[in-house]
């Protein structure tokens, strides 16, 4: 965890995100992610996702891409979200 500069301890989440298409489960998570956002400026969110989710998430420019503070990309082997998340 890291620490801010009063030396407290900042939050850092994790969120992980499969889906087939832009639709509820990104929009939940955004909103998920900006609630953390503005409960705790500083934390540190990071989006867990499969390759297929991360491309349409820059492809479209979802809000998720400009709310959490990184993305990282797992491969999963398989371009189905729902195979990939298990």
Known sequence: MKRNSSGGRLPAICFVLTAKD???Y???TAVAALSVRRLHPQAQIILV???PTARA???DSHALGKIVTG???RPTGTEDPCVGAR
């Open 71 to 73: 993305i990282i990309v």
């Open 26 to 28: 990104p929009d939940m």
């Open 57 to 59: 998430i820059e492809r």
């Open 22 to 24: 832009l639709g509820l």
């Open 49 to 51: 996702t499969d390759e």
